[in-house]
């Protein structure tokens, strides 16, 4: 998996304040206006999809034109585009969009269109769209330029100002955002090859198709054109901003070649730091990352939590099963003073649940931690790997929601994982040399029914695992501080082996909790 700079992204992301209708006279409004009797619809993608796979992947030819070929991330970060020429407004809707220029790692040129009426007409590059700041463009660009992508805005957080929901930028990444949240993990629409041994492939989006918004609609529908030299695709995308926005996604995939390490859904996000894996850094924040854990509800109704690490060495993570109910990159820790930034915001950043719709059958969720040093860069990626390998001539169509979570103690009824520590296994205060291969990991479980049974907690169980090593000592104590309780596992493991540890908490016969898993390795 690719790095790529978080602050490149989050820089020209950037959204405006408010956004004025879009002129009358724009090239949009000139249509006239009666219905087309075969509109525009999304099987006309997939019938463009179908035919694209059925001949060679053509890579994007040449290079953007001078100077846009050469400019550095100010240069870039430079050109705006301006918000009274914003697109939609024509339907007196409530959504406005907002283009972005080619240049700086943007180099490859998207379509843009709107349906109007049921037609499809492309937007033309104009360079009245942008303010170019400090650039200097001399030679007129061709109409034909294209874009990098685009975002759309909505009122969000005040019915007087549009805030942005969504952007589509390079390859197939996209972002959304629910009510009083800001940007951190992406989403993409299809990984290719993440951790197999050839290189990894990133399909992109070479075209989209955008509908216009009728007046008081409170959604919005996009399709994307999807190629890659493996597959070619199509997709649906129906936006519900709200305080916790929802993305209903369906895709119809046509692999040109047999495709074995693919990931459906894929979600990329960035962990540097938090209180189960502290780096020496001398820095005043105690925790750095967009996501914390990873969520997910088994088949079989099972709910696992995994803290994210920021590890020495690439790390895959893979959770077999059959049917998911969901999965997704959470952040769970909601308070400020844990993160001390008031730049980043990262008790603001939402968590990305996936909600497969339909029978996804047997597979797995795979996790990929990438060691990074320092904030700037994606290290973690999640994704749905089905069991069967995608083969030319298949019509593959998958279906999900995805969820910009905030209210994460909602996920489920049940207790829930808010801290993991490690430590040495021994008292506190104890100046007794510690044993490498002797690891203590302090769980505290809060939520569900734990506040219960805070009265008595002998009838409250740890049910720990571990796939190697030894299970030396364990205890439970209640934590009043966070209406839970507190778990301990001590583990022994020998030089160069490594374990899954697994905990929950019961009740009898009764599960009180998700079940926390972590890994653990020995040098």
Do not use: C
Request: hydrophobic fraction near 35%.
């Amino acid at each position: 998996m690719t790095n790529l700079s978080r602050r490149i992204l989050l820089q020209s992301l950037l959204a405006a304040t408010v956004l004025p209708a879009f002129n009358q006279q724009s090239w949009a409004q000139q249509q006239t206006g009666v219905p087309t009797p075969n509109p525009f619809r999304y099987e006309d993608v997939v019938r463009r999809a179908r035919e694209l796979a059925t001949v060679p992947y053509e890579a994007p030819s040449g290079q953007l034109p001078e100077p846009l070929n050469r400019l550095s991330f100010d240069d870039y970060r430079d050109i705006r585009f301006r918000p009274d020429k914003a697109l939609l407004g024509s339907g007196n809707g409530q959504f406005r969009m907002q283009l972005f220029h080619l240049g700086f790692l943007y180099q490859r040129p998207v379509t843009v269109n709107i349906i109007r009426d049921g037609v499809p007409t492309p937007v033309p590059y104009q360079r009245e769209l942008f303010d170019y700041g400090r650039n200097k463009i001399e030679r007129p660009l061709p109409v034909n330029l294209g874009f990098a992508g685009f975002r759309l805005h909505y009122p969000l957080n005040n019915p007087k100002v549009l805030d942005e929901v969504i952007a589509f930028l390079g390859a197939s990444y996209f972002r959304f955002l629910g009510s009083e949240q800001k940007y951190g993990l992406s989403a993409r629409g299809l990984a290719i090859n993440v951790e197999g041994g050839e290189a990894e492939e990133f399909p992109h989006f070479r075209e989209f198709w955008v509908e216009m918004p009728k007046p008081n609609e409170e959604r919005a529908i996009i399709y994307a054109l999807l190629d890659s030299p493996s597959v070619a695709g199509a997709y649906r995308f129906e936006i519900y901003p709200a305080k916790e926005t929802t993305l209903d996604v369906t895709a119809t995939l046509f692999p040109r070649q047999t495709i074995t390490n693919v990931g459906v859904a894929p979600l990329t996000s960035m962990f540097f730091e938090g209180e189960n894996d502290r780096k020496p850094t001398d820095d005043y924040r105690l925790e750095i990352h967009d996501s914390d854990g990873l969520l997910m509800q088994s088949g079989a109704g099972e709910w696992i939590w995994r803290p994210l690490r920021n590890p020495n060495a690439k790390t895959i993570s893979s959770f077999s099963d059959n049917n998911p109910r969901g999965f997704g990159l959470m952040q769970r820790d909601r308070v400020f003073e844990n993160y001390q930034d008031l730049e980043a915001h990262y008790h603001q950043r939402p968590g990305y649940w996936v909600e497969p719709i339909g029978q996804w059958g047997e597979g797995w969720v795979e996790l990929v931690e990438l060691p990074t040093p320092d904030e700037t860069h994606d290290n973690v990626v999640a994704y749905w790997q089905p069991n069967r390998a995608f083969e030319p001539g298949q019509e593959v169509v998958l279906s999900y929601r995805l969820r910009a979570a905030s209210a994460i103690g909602a996920m489920h009824p049940g207790g829930r994982v808010i801290n993991t520590f490690q430590a040495p296994p021994r008292a506190s205060g104890s100046n007794a040399p510690s044993d490498p291969r002797h690891r203590r990991f302090i769980v505290d479980f809060a939520g569900g029914t734990l506040p219960y049974y805070l009265g008595a907690p002998e009838q409250v169980q740890l049910v720990p695992s571990t796939s190697a090593g030894q299970i030396t000592n364990t205890f439970i104590m209640p934590n009043n501080h966070t209406n839970g309780f507190r778990a301990a596992i001590d583990v022994k493991l020998e030089p160069g082996q490594s374990t899954d540890l697994r905990a929950f908490l019961r009740a009898g016969n009764k599960a009180l909790t998700e079940t926390w898993t972590y890994p653990w390795f020995v040098e």
